[in-house]
């Protein structure tokens, strides 16, 4: 369910076609860090200043929705932006998550593994971002060129996704840690890959259209074994009441479920492929073993 999404080279800008790239700041922390990336930074709060947001979106060519507020909020926000771009032809993407789609196991396996229409039943707490995807696919009926990216977790530089918490686990417990049997498995791809994806999604993506992109996965007791061996330390199975004291309980729920993806028709659709397929590849990175620093010294 945790999203991330960084502007990154594409297909279009390969071309020489020049763009002019802006994003929604909250604070000013947030306007220097588009400045660094050089985007354009635009002031406003999708949830409280949503006047200014609207105007953005009515003079842009393309609008990318990728922020992160709490699904019912989301689903207000979205149904403004689709009415201001209605009859205008206009992009819209929406980035979804594959959360939608998550099983409450426990950590147990789930063989079930999902395509980009295969029906299912919406997580509890995903039900208004479902109904945001159903809305979005619909307003291609009202003019707007609009599509749903339904990834699974994002990783890559700073993210905070399995690899990230397990090393945190570490510093709570001394042990790398996954939710009981370990086997919930993630699908997962990296930032740079999606955002290829957005790229061609908004190059030569057809309305209405639901998009997966997956490169790989990986149960949460191998990221633990993985970070066991980094650091010489155990692993550890917990309890979903343990894991909620070492992540919170939205973070227990995101170490015990799976979410399972199939993208074959979105790949044929945007001949899109991961270049980036082996989240493991993050395993000993310094900003990650930081995150279990305090607990191996405390141990030392």
């Known amino acids: 369910m945790r999203r991330q999404l960084r502007v990154t080279s594409h297909p279009l800008e390969q071309r020489n076609t020049k763009l002019h790239l802006s994003g929604l700041a909250?604070?000013?922390?947030?306007?220097?860090?588009?400045?660094?990336?050089?985007?354009?930074?635009v002031s406003g709060d999708i949830e409280t200043d949503r006047s200014s947001v609207l105007a953005a979106a009515r003079a842009a060519d393309a609008v990318i929705y990728a922020a992160q507020i709490a699904p019912p909020a989301e689903l207000q926000a979205v149904i403004g932006l689709l009415e201001a771009l209605a009859g205008s032809g206009k992009s819209f993407l929406f980035l979804s998550g594959s959360g939608v789609l998550c099983q409450r196991t426990g950590g147990a396996w789930s063989a079930d593994n999902f395509s980009e229409d295969d029906a299912f039943t919406p997580e509890p707490l995903a039900i208004a971002r479902v109904e945001t995807e159903q809305r979005v696919r619909a307003a291609a009926r009202q003019g707007v060129r609009a599509m749903v990216v339904r990834p699974p977790l994002i990783w890559g530089p700073g993210d905070h996704g399995h690899v990230s918490m397990v090393y945190w686990s570490v510093s709570v417990t001394g042990a790398a840690c996954y939710v009981g049997d370990g086997l919930a498995t993630y699908g997962n791809v990296h930032v740079d890959d999606?955002?290829?994806?957005?790229?061609?999604?908004?190059?030569s993506g057809e309305a209405g259209a639901l998009y997966h992109a997956v490169a790989g996965e990986v149960a949460?007791?191998?990221?633990?074994?993985?970070?066991?061996?980094?650091l010489g330390i155990p692993t550890r199975s917990v309890s979903m009441v343990e894991a909620a004291g070492i992540w919170g309980?939205?973070?227990?729920?995101?170490?015990?479920?799976?979410?399972?993806?199939?993208?074959?028709?979105?790949?044929?659709?945007?001949?899109?492929s991961p270049h980036h397929t082996d989240m493991l590849s993050e395993i000993g990175e310094p900003r990650l073993r930081a995150l279990a620093t305090s607990q191996i010294q405390k141990g030392a």
């Open 26 to 41: 909250r604070s000013d922390s947030k306007a220097a860090q588009l400045a660094e990336a050089g985007i354009t930074s």
């Open 249 to 272: 309980e939205f973070g227990a729920l995101i170490m015990s479920v799976p979410s399972r993806v199939r993208d074959a028709a979105s790949r044929a659709a945007l001949g899109w």
């Open 194 to 203: 999606i955002a290829d994806l957005f790229a061609r999604a908004l190059q």
């Open 220 to 230: 949460n007791r191998w990221i633990a074994e993985a970070v066991a061996r980094d």
